[in-house]
């Protein structure tokens, strides 16, 4: 099987979607602070968005790994497991960081604001989904897996500003 990170290089349309409204460049992996994880485990970040966050590759392996995301304010939260849980993530919720209660509810008012700026969200979303061969759960399922992965599973992912010792703060309450 093809590299999903090859297929998005490979795969315009899905690229414009992830770089917005996903905000998701897979030119952009180095963070901007000395980071490790509390366990040890192999740090590799391979994307980033516009703000200063990074997207890091969790242990050994390949795309199948876990996935956790740090901001540039101190915060980080494990966000997936695999990149195509990922993908499928920045596909349907690409508003995810917003979602700090997980609901559709919350979620659905975070799309309109931005269907008025990208009245085709829905018709870029299904081409992109479709160009890299992926099936889009709904986004009760997204957020439910999110919320998951987040803060239960997340709690073994403890990101390190290496310098001074300090956690990163969580992106999600518990």
């Known amino acids: 099987m093809e590299s999903l990170i090859a297929a998005v290089r490979e ?10 409204p996903g905000d998701f460049d897979l030119d952009r992996g180095d963070h901007v602070e000395e980071v490790h994880l509390a366990s040890g485990a192999v740090l590799e970040g391979f ?15 390949g795309e199948e790994r876990p996935i956790l995301y740090a901001d540039s304010e101190g915060g980080a939260a494990l966000v997936a497991v695999g ?26 008012e ?9 009245p085709d969200l829905a018709a870029r979303r299904a081409r992109a989904a479709a160009a890299l061969g992926l099936e889009l759960p709904d986004r009760s399922a997204v957020l439910a897996r999110l919320s998951e992965v987040a803060t239960r599973l997340g709690k073994d992912y403890v990101l390190i500003f ?13």
């Open 11 to 20: 795969q315009e349309e899905a690229a414009r979607f992830l770089a917005w």
């Open 47 to 61: 994307a980033g968005d516009g703000a200063g966050g990074t997207f890091f590759f969790c242990g050994e392996g």
């Open 83 to 108: 990149l195509p849980e990922l993908v499928r993530l920045l596909l349907v919720v690409p508003w995810w960081r917003d979602c700090q209660a997980f609901t559709d509810e919350e979620s659905r």
């Open 110 to 118: 975070l799309e309109a604001e931005y269907v008025e700026d990208m």
């Open 162 to 174: 290496t310098p001074e010792g300090n956690p990163y703060e969580p992106l999600f309450a518990a």
